[in-house]
């Protein structure tokens, strides 16, 4: 992650590129790696951004505290831009696997003979390896909204139904408790579904099956990741 300066348009523009198909800066929860980028910003970026707009809320959503027990060390965002420049530098010297990084489309200069057949046995083998690939698995990152029915709801209990949904192609992540007035809290779960397994139709039944302690379900974030 290099982003220049955030406080200027092009750092803002490289970081709403870069979160285009992202939730968080690195991984699928949020980490300290986010915390320090966005306290580079100084402010919320322009609507126009969206990307950027909607990782920024997002992460303002939660206090001082909770930022605080995110994953990771904190450190300072230079240290996160030489780490990203020394790890591209050193895959520019390791040694390429043919199978993924031969580019077919390279000049060969040399003459025919042996370099040339060498190359030409690369080519087969990166095609052969290219078709046997498996295509890769769609998923999502949903956070949820989940509503109980007034304050006197047992939370700890009401997380733990949510959590023991067990479907394939789904995997529950991080949750918080957020207030929401009059002494109720709502449940905001965090979840990796793989698309064609997991329909958002048979999650909210499954979690509002537990009708006893859930008024409701909301989508408050759905990406493609």
């Given at each position: ?22 939730s ?5 929860y949020?980490?300290?790696?986010d915390?320090?980028?966005f ?13 950027a707009?909607?990782w ?5 959503s ?23 420049n ?8 390791a040694c390429v ?21 060498i ?5 087969n083998?990166y095609?052969?390896?290219?078709a ?26 009401l997380e733990?139904?949510v959590?023991s949904?067990e479907l ?14 009059f002494?109720i ?12 397994k ?26 493609r990741?």
């Amino acid at each position: 992650m290099n982003f220049g300066d955030l406080q200027s348009g092009n750092g803002l523009v490289l970081l709403n590129n870069f979160l285009a198909d992202k939730s968080y800066i690195e991984g699928y929860y949020p980490s300290q790696v986010d915390v320090v980028v966005f306290e580079a910003m100084k402010k919320v970026p322009s609507a126009d951004l969206e990307n950027a707009f909607r990782w920024y809320n997002h992460i303002s959503s939660f206090d001082d505290a909770e930022r605080q027990k995110f994953q990771g060390q904190h450190q300072s965002i230079e240290h996160y831009e030489r780490q990203d420049n020394q790890e591209k530098h050193e895959s520019k010297l390791a040694c390429v696997d043919t199978a993924e990084d031969f580019d077919v489309f390279a000049d060969d200069d040399d003459d025919e003979g042996e370099e040339n057949e060498i190359r030409k046995q690369r080519l087969n083998d990166y095609n052969e390896r290219k078709a046997k690939k498996p295509a890769p698995i769609a998923k999502s990152e949903i956070i949820l909204d989940v509503k109980p029915w007034d304050d006197e709801t047992n939370m700890e209990e009401l997380e733990n139904n949510v959590r023991s949904i067990e479907l394939d192609g789904l995997l529950w992540g991080a949750s918080r408790l957020v207030p929401v007035g009059f002494g109720i809290r709502k449940l905001q779960i965090t979840c990796i579904v793989e698309d064609d397994k997991v329909g958002m139709d048979i999650l909210e039944e499954r979690i509002t099956a537990f009708e006893e302690f859930v008024q409701s379900v909301d989508i408050v974030s759905f990406q493609r990741i």
